[in-house]
C-alpha cells in the first residue's frame, strides 16, 4: 500500500518537521493525518506543521506502510525499524 496522492496535505509536530526525530505515531482522525514523534514535549505555538505526505515520504518510506490506516485509528512504533502497532483512536469528549 502507498499513499495515492504524494500531495495530500498532512500535519506533523515540530521535531518532525525540522527532520529531529522520526515518525512513532500516526493518526487519522476525522479525515486528518497526523504524524508525529510520539513524545509529549510539544511547546512549540507553531504546530501542527501543514506539509505533504510525500515530503515524509522522501525521509522515510516507511511511512507508506500505515497508507491503509482506517478513519479514527491511530498506528505507533517503538523505533522507526519496529513494526507498526494499530489502535482505535479514543472517542473524543
Ligand atoms: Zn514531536
Known amino acids: 500500500m502507498a499513499f495515492p496522492d504524494r500531495r495530500l ?6 521535531h518532525v518537521f525540522r527532520r ?4 512513532r505515531l500516526v493518526s487519522h ?14 511547546v512549540d505555538p ?4 501543514h506539509v505533504s ?5 522522501e525521509r522515510d518510506p516507511t ?7 482506517e478513519s479514527d485509528w ?5 523505533d522507526v525499524h519496529a513494526r507498526w502497532i ?5 472517542p473524543q469528549a
Not at 482522525?29 to 510539544?42: I, R
Not at 507553531?46 to 506543521?49: C, F, K, N, T, V
Not at 511511512?63 to 490506516?69: M, P
Request: proline share 4%.
Open 9 to 14: 496535505g498532512v500535519y506533523c509536530c515540530g
Open 20 to 23: 529531529e526525530r522520526g515518525v
Open 29 to 42: 482522525e476525522d479525515g486528518d493525518w497526523q504524524f508525529l514523534c510520539g513524545d509529549v514535549d510539544h
Open 46 to 49: 507553531d504546530e501542527p506543521y
Open 53 to 57: 505526505v510525500g515530503v515524509l515520504l
Open 63 to 69: 511511512i507508506d506502510t500505515v497508507s491503509d490506516l
Open 74 to 78: 491511530a498506528a505507533e512504533r517503538t
Open 86 to 90: 494499530r489502535t482505535p483512536c479514543a
